[in-house]
């Protein structure tokens, strides 16, 4: 079953404001994903965050990792109308299978120019 | 990045149809891909794991005789809905593990299907 959690379901803003997401899990991980996708196309890989890690950052994206809350966050900063699509978190949890992931339900964002 | 292709990217099928699903990984041998299925505006549920000269692994609720899953080679996994009705109608994506030790998973651009 789908145990990510991403809040808030749907988030509107004006282009050049920063959007943060979060996600929560319920049990211990490998390691917490984030996914693109636009709008009836694949995913696309935007970062990883290992359970030993708390903070990444890559360009314009910054993720936080909580384990003691099971959290984490997702925030681009300075967004554009571009980014506008659906972020997924995704879960590798201990003892899955190899590269198994568990999805959440995604965060639709829209970017207003 | 590695680059996964998912062919085709819309079908139209009619009811009591198979339709095969390919998954290709174009420049990275692959020895796991996984199957999603993805409802309207709904996350990703795991199919099934496809290795690569091995029956596939599927999740609870999957039947494996509705959707048959064939990894016969290190870069092409191919998913067939058997027998399709209009419920199966759904987004069909695959994913395949890359050679870096990370974890990342590439995914194909998906597969739309509907069952008239």
């Known amino acids: 079953s789908q145990q990510g959690e991403e809040d808030p379901q749907a988030l509107s803003i004006q282009e050049g404001e920063n959007a943060t997401m979060n996600c929560s899990y319920k049990?211990?991980?490998?390691?917490l994903q984030w996914y693109r996708q636009n709008s009836g196309r694949g995913l696309v890989h935007l970062i990883l965050i290992r359970s030993n890690e708390r903070e990444k950052h890559s360009g314009r994206l910054r993720v936080t990792l909580d384990t003691s809350k099971k959290s984490s966050s997702l925030l681009i900063t300075a967004s554009r109308a571009a980014d506008t699509a659906s972020y997924f978190c995704?879960?590798?949890?201990?003892?899955?299978?190899?590269?198994?992931?568990?999805f959440g339900k995604g965060t639709k964002l829209s970017v207003i120019p | 990045g590695a680059v996964v292709s998912q062919h085709p990217s819309r079908v139209i099928c009619k009811s009591g149809t198979s339709v095969k699903i390919e998954c290709r990984s174009l420049?990275?041998?692959?020895?796991?891909m996984f199957w999603y299925r993805q409802f309207p505006k709904q996350s990703l549920m795991l199919m099934a794991t496809?290795?690569?000269?091995?029956?596939?692994?599927?999740e609870q609720g999957v039947e494996k005789d509705k959707f048959l899953i064939n990894h016969a080679s290190l870069t092409l996994s191919t998913l067939t809905v058997t027998s399709a009705h209009p419920e199966d109608s759904s987004f069909y994506i695959c994913?395949?593990?890359?050679?870096?030790?990370?974890?990342?998973?590439?995914f194909g651009e998906g597969s739309r299907l509907t069952v008239l």
């Open positions: 420049d990275f041998q692959a020895t796991t």
């Open positions: 995704a879960v590798s949890y201990s003892g899955a299978g190899s590269y198994q992931l568990t």
């Open positions: 496809s290795n690569e000269g091995s029956k596939a692994t599927y």
């Open positions: 049990t211990s991980i490998n390691n």
């Open positions: 994913s395949a593990r890359g050679t870096t030790p990370t974890g990342e998973l590439f």
